[in-house]
C-alpha cells in the first residue's frame, strides 16, 4: 500500500490533525456521549479545538519540553489537551485517573509536571492535595465545572477559558501556531507513559512521535484499517494501547473514536456505537461472556436447548469457517441457520454485529473464551506487546491463529529469543528511553537497539510466539522440574468461578495456591441452589464453594498431568482468600496484573500454612476502602488438599 | 463548609398548625420557619408528625387550624396542584415511582406540570409538542448527568436497587425544578455509601440549584453533618428548634430521644 506524500510529511500527531482537518476536515473524527446524545466533532472542529487550546497555554507560559498531564476517564478534551501540549512542544504525561492521590504525587514529581488537566472535581481533588509534594505544578485545568464553583486556589482554570484566552492569543497572533506546529520533529519525544508497574515503581516510557507513528501505520496497513473504522474509546487513556489506538491509528488513518457516557455505560454505548474495531484486555472479553452465560441460564428451557445446540456447532465448525478452511456443506448450512437464530443476534446484543477486527492482550486468554467469540464470527486475535514496544510486537495472522501463540511479529519487527529463555525484539517502535532512569533503560535496551522484554517464551516451527511467563518468575520445584506460576495461575483462572490466582512452588517439594473467586459468578451460582450469603468473605468460605474450586482444581491438575514437563507442578492444597485482591491495596497493578512480591509478603503467614500440614488459618488483614478510608478484617481460612493426578507414565 | 449562596429570608412560615385525625393529634400548634437556600430537617421519634407536617406544607394534609405562608401568600391550607405549580416538590418516604417505567420516564413526569401544550398536540408529536418534548428531554438528562445515573436510563425502576430508587425519585423531584424540596427520609434503609452518595447530593443540589430543602431523618450523623437548622417535634409538639450543636445539647430533645420516666 503506497501513503499518500502528505501523510507521510506528517512526522508527529499535531501536523498529523492537521492533515486530516485538510484532508477531511467534514468527516467525524470524536465523539462524546453526554446528555444522552453523541455529540460530534469533525476533524475541522477538533483541529480548531485544539488551536485554542494550545494557543491558551502557550499564553499562560507552557514552554517547549514542559510536562503536563491529563487525568480523567476518556473524553475528547483530554485528547485535545495531549495533542495541543504536543504542538507547542510540550510534553504530556497522562495518568491513571483511578489512581489514589499518592500514587499520582509520584509520576508527577518524578516528571516534574507544570501543568494539569483534569476532568472533574475528582482529580482536582486529588492534584490540590499532591500539590505540596510536586512544587513544580502551578496550573490546573478543569474540563467539568460541576462541585468546583467555591474553589478559590488562584491556580485553577476552567478549559473554556483557558480556550477563550488562546482565541484571543491566536488573534494577537495569527502566525503562532501553524509555526510550532511545524517546528516539531518525527524524533522528538512525543509524550511519556508510566508503566502500571508490575515489577515494583513505575518507570517513565518516552515514545518519540516516529514510534507512535510508524507503529499505528504498520499495524493499521497489516489488518487493513482504513479511515470508515469506528472504535470505541473506553481504556485508560494512560495506558500506551489507548494511545496508539487512539491518538496514533486514529489520526494515522483519519478513523473516529467514541468515548463512552460513563464507566458503567460502557457496554450500552458499545452497543450504540458499533464498533468495527475494537480492542480488549481478556478480563473484559470475559466478563461479557460470564455476562452472557448467566443470562442464558436464566432464560427459558427452549431458547437454553437452542443456544447449546447451536453453540456446540459453532465450538466445531465456526472457527474453521472464519479462517476459511474446509467445512462440510450441511454444517455450513446449520451455520447460516444458527447464524440467523444465534450468533447473529448474540454479536447484536454485544454490539459486536461490525466489528471486523478485535485485539485482545496483556495477559493470556482463556482458550475457551477466544474460542467462543472465533467460532461466534468474532475475528479477536491476540497481540503482544509492552509500553516499550508502542504496544506491537507480534499480532496472530488471519488464517493460522492458534489460540496458545500470540503470532508472528508485525512488519518492520524483529524477534529473538535469548538463551536464558527471554523474548527479545527490535523495530520502529522501540522507545526512546525512561525518564530520568538511565540504569533501567541500560538494563532494558541493549546498545544496538534490542529490547529485553522479561517474558520467557519460544518460537514455534510455524515462527509463531508463545509466551510461557515472566521470565524472572519461572523458578524450579525441589524436584528439579521447573515452576511457572502464571501458567498455572491463568489455567486456574480460565474457570470462571475464579477471578484470581497465585501459586507457590519455587524451592518446595510441591506447587500450592490461593484464589479470589468471582463475586458475580460464584454469587449467581449459589443464588440458583438457594445458598444464602451475606457477602464476599462468606460465601468464600462455604463449603459447597469449596467443593466448586476443588473441582476446577482437580481439572488443572488433569491438564498439569498430560504435559510431561509440567506434571510436578500439580496443585496439591489451595485456600480462598477472604478478600478480593485489589489495585487500593497495591495487590494488583492498575491494569489488574497480580504484584507477586508483594503478595508474597504480605500473606506470608498463609503460605506457611499451605506447607504446614494444618487444615486452617487465622488471618487479619487491612483493606482500602474506595473512599481512600481503612480498616481491618480478620478471617479463618480453611485449607483445602487435592490429590495429584498419575501422570500417564507413571501409570502405564 | 462555604455557601455559595447565603441563607435568605423567610419564604415558608407555618404558624400555629393543628392537625387532628378523630382524637389523634399529629401536630398541635407547630410554629416555625423556612429560610431561602437553608437546609432544614425535621427530627423526632417516630409518631411526632414528621411526615404529617410535611404532607401539610405540600397540600396532602388539611391542618383544623393554624396559616401557612408561603411566598408572601398567607392561607389556611395548601393546595396540592398550586404547590406544584409554585415550586415546592418532594420524595416519599415509601419510595412512589411508577414501577414498570424506566428512569428517564419516570424523571420526565416529574415536568408535568410545567407540559403547556394539550393532549391533542402532544398526540401529535409535531411542531411545537415536539419543540417541548425536547426542550424537557434535554432538562432531564441534565438531571440524570447531575445525580449520574446515565447507566441505568433505560432500565424499568422497579428492577433498581433501593438506593437507587431514591436517587431517581429525587430526580422526579428536582424535574420539577422546585424552589422548596421536601425529602421524607431521604436515606432510610439505606448502606452507609448509599447515604454518603446521598448526602453530597443533596448538598450538590442546594449548593448548585440555590434549592431550600426541609428534609425528614433519622439517622443524627447525617442531620448533624448536613443541615443548617433543625425543627425537633415530639407527640404532635415543637420541642426544640436550633442549629445542629443546640439541638444535639438540649435536655428535652435528650429526653425525647432517651425516654424520661414520667
Redesign the interface.
Known amino acids: 500500500m503506497t501513503i499518500p506524500a502528505a501523510a507521510s510529511a506528517a512526522d508527529t500527531l499535531p501536523k498529523l490533525v492537521l492533515d486530516n482537518a485538510r484532508r477531511r476536515g467534514h468527516r467525524a473524527a470524536f465523539r462524546e456521549k ?4 453523541w455529540q460530534q466533532w469533525t476533524w475541522q472542529q477538533a483541529a480548531d479545538e485544539i488551536r485554542a487550546l494550545a494557543c491558551g497555554l502557550a499564553a499562560l507560559g507552557l514552554k517547549r519540553g514542559d510536562k503536563l498531564t491529563t487525568v480523567g476517564d476518556n473524553r475528547p478534551r483530554l485528547y485535545w489537551a495531549m495533542v495541543a501540549t504536543q504542538a507547542i512542544g510540550g510534553v504530556p504525561v497522562p495518568v491513571y485517573q483511578d489512581s489514589v492521590a499518592a500514587e499520582m504525587g509520584h509520576v508527577l514529581a518524578h516528571a516534574g509536571v507544570r501543568f494539569a488537566v483534569a476532568e472533574n472535581q475528582e482529580q482536582v481533588d486529588k492534584l490540590i492535595e499532591i500539590k505540596e509534594i510536586c512544587p513544580e505544578l502551578e496550573l490546573i485545568v478543569y474540563c467539568d465545572s ?2 468546583l ?2 474553589y478559590a486556589q488562584p491556580y485553577l482554570k476552567s478549559y473554556a477559558e483557558v480556550q477563550e484566552m488562546g482565541r484571543a492569543f491566536a488573534t494577537a497572533n495569527p502566525d503562532f501556531f501553524d509555526a510550532t506546529v511545524a517546528c516539531g520533529q518525527g524524533g522528538e519525544v512525543a509524550l511519556i507513559t508510566y508503566t502500571s508497574g508490575t515489577t515494583g515503581q513505575s518507570k517513565g516510557v518516552m515514545l518519540t512521535f516516529a514510534n507512535l507513528i510508524e507503529t499505528a501505520r504498520n499495524a493499521a496497513q497489516l489488518d487493513g484499517l482504513g479511515e470508515n473504522e469506528e472504535m470505541l474509546s473506553y481504556l485508560p487513556m494512560a495506558w500506551v494501547g489507548d494511545i496508539i489506538f487512539s491518538l496514533g491509528q486514529s489520526y494515522v488513518c483519519g478513523f473516529c473514536i467514541s468515548c463512552p ?2 464507566a ?2 460502557v457496554l ?1 454505548d458499545l452497543r450504540e456505537i458499533g464498533p468495527t474495531y475494537f480492542f480488549a484486555p481478556p478480563r473484559i472479553f470475559e466478563n461479557i461472556l460470564t455476562s452472557v452465560m448467566i443470562r442464558i441460564e436464566d432464560a427459558s428451557a427452549p431458547k437454553r436447548g437452542m443456544f447449546r445446540y447451536f453453540m456446540n456447532l459453532a465450538r466445531r465448525v465456526g472457527a474453521d469457517i472464519l479462517d476459511g478452511k474446509p467445512v462440510p456443506p450441511a454444517d455450513r448450512l446449520l451455520y447460516a441457520l444458527g447464524e440467523a437464530l444465534v450468533y447473529g443476534p448474540l454479536r447484536n446484543v454485544l454490539g459486536f454485529s461490525r466489528v471486523r477486527l478485535a485485539y485482545t492482550a496483556g495477559e493470556a486468554i482463556g482458550p475457551d473464551i477466544f474460542r467462543f467469540y472465533r467460532s461466534l464470527g468474532v475475528n479477536i486475535k491476540q497481540l503482544y506487546g509492552s509500553t516499550e514496544s508502542s504496544v506491537f510486537v507480534t499480532v496472530q495472522p488471519d488464517g493460522h491463529i492458534k489460540a496458545d501463540s500470540v503470532g508472528v511479529p508485525v512488519p518492520g519487527v524483529e524477534i529473538r529469543v535469548a538463551e536464558s529463555g527471554e523474548v527479545m525484539f527490535r523495530g520502529p517502535g522501540v522507545f526512546h528511553s525512561y525518564y530520568k532512569n538511565e540504569e533501567a533503560t541500560r538494563a532494558t535496551k541493549t546498545p544496538d537497539g534490542w529490547v529485553r522484554t522479561g517474558d520467557a517464551g519460544f518460537v514455534d516451527a510455524d515462527g509463531q510466539l508463545h509466551i510461557i511467563d515472566r521470565a524472572k518468575d519461572v523458578g524450579r520445584m525441589k524436584s528439579g522440574g521447573i515452576f511457572a506460576p502464571k501458567y498455572i495461575e491463568n489455567k486456574l483462572k480460565f474457570f470462571p468461578y475464579i477471578r484470581e490466582a497465585v501459586a507457590f512452588g519455587d524451592e518446595r517439594d510441591f506447587v500450592t495456591a490461593f484464589l479470589n473467586i468471582d463475586l458475580a459468578a460464584v454469587g449467581n451460582w449459589a443464588e440458583r441452589r438457594g445458598l444464602a450469603y451475606s457477602g464476599y468473605a462468606d460465601l468464600a468460605q462455604q463449603p459447597v464453594v469449596l467443593d466448586l474450586l476443588d473441582d476446577c482444581v482437580r481439572k488443572v491438575n488433569a491438564d498439569l498431568a498430560s504435559e510431561s514437563r509440567l506434571a510436578d507442578s500439580q496443585i496439591r492444597r489451595f485456600l480462598v482468600l477472604h478478600k478480593e485482591l485489589d489495585a487500593d491495596d497495591g495487590e494488583l497493578t492498575r491494569t489488574r496484573k497480580l504484584r507477586r512480591a508483594f503478595v508474597v509478603e504480605k500473606y506470608a503467614p498463609l503460605a506457611e500454612a499451605l506447607y504446614s500440614g494444618r487444615d486452617r488459618c487465622a488471618i487479619e488483614t487491612e483493606v482500602t476502602f ?2 481512600g478510608r481503612k480498616g481491618r478484617i480478620s478471617a479463618e481460612l480453611i485449607i483445602r488438599d487435592v490429590p495429584a493426578v498419575p501422570t500417564l507414565c507413571k501409570a502405564g | 463548609m ?3 449562596r447565603k441563607i435568605g429570608d423567610v419564604v415558608l412560615k407555618m404558624e400555629g398548625i393543628s392537625l387532628a385525625f378523630g382524637g389523634v393529634k399529629a401536630l398541635a400548634d407547630v410554629s416555625f420557619e423556612v429560610r431561602a437556600h437553608e437546609i432544614l430537617a425535621i427530627i423526632g421519634p417516630n409518631g411526632a408528625g414528621k411526615s404529617s407536617m410535611l404532607n401539610v406544607i405540600n397540600g396532602f394534609y388539611r391542618p383544623q387550624q393554624g396559616s401557612i405562608t408561603f411566598h408572601g401568600r398567607t392561607r389556611k391550607q395548601m393546595e396540592p396542584h398550586e404547590a406544584a405549580t409554585q415550586g415546592i416538590a418532594r420524595t416519599f418516604q415509601n419510595i412512589a415511582l411508577f414501577k414498570g417505567m424506566s428512569t ?1 420516564d419516570n424523571i420526565m413526569t416529574g415536568r408535568n406540570t410545567m407540559m403547556k401544550r394539550n393532549l391533542l398536540w402532544q398526540a401529535l408529536y409535531y411542531g411545537p409538542a415536539l419543540k417541548e418534548e425536547i426542550e424537557h ?2 432538562a432531564c ?2 438531571i ?3 445525580l ?1 445515573i ?2 441505568i ?2 432500565a424499568p425502576v422497579g428492577k433498581l436497587p433501593y438506593g437507587l430508587q431514591k436517587r431517581v425519585e429525587l430526580g422526579r423531584a428536582l424535574a420539577a425544578e422546585p424552589t422548596l424540596l421536601l425529602l421524607d427520609e431521604p436515606m432510610a434503609g439505606m448502606n452507609l ?1 448509599e447515604k ?1 452518595d446521598m448526602c453530597r447530593f443533596i448538598l ?1 443540589v442546594n ?2 440549584f440555590g434549592t431550600t430543602i426541609v428534609l425528614i431523618e433519622h439517622d443524627m450523623g447525617v442531620v448533624m453533618d448536613i443541615s443548617d437548622r433543625v425543627v425537633v417535634l415530639d407527640y404532635g409538639r415543637k420541642i426544640a428548634e436550633g442549629t445542629p450543636d443546640a439541638v444535639r445539647a438540649n435536655q428535652t430533645v435528650i429526653d425525647a430521644y432517651l425516654g424520661v420516666a414520667h
Open positions: 453526554d446528555y444522552g446524545i460541576r462541585g464553583k467555591h457516557e460513563s458503567a455505560t450500552a474506595e473512599n | 462555604e455557601r455559595l428517564l428531554r434535554a438528562e441534565r440524570i448527568d447531575f449520574e446515565e447507566a436510563r433505560r455509601e454518603q450538590d449548593d448548585e
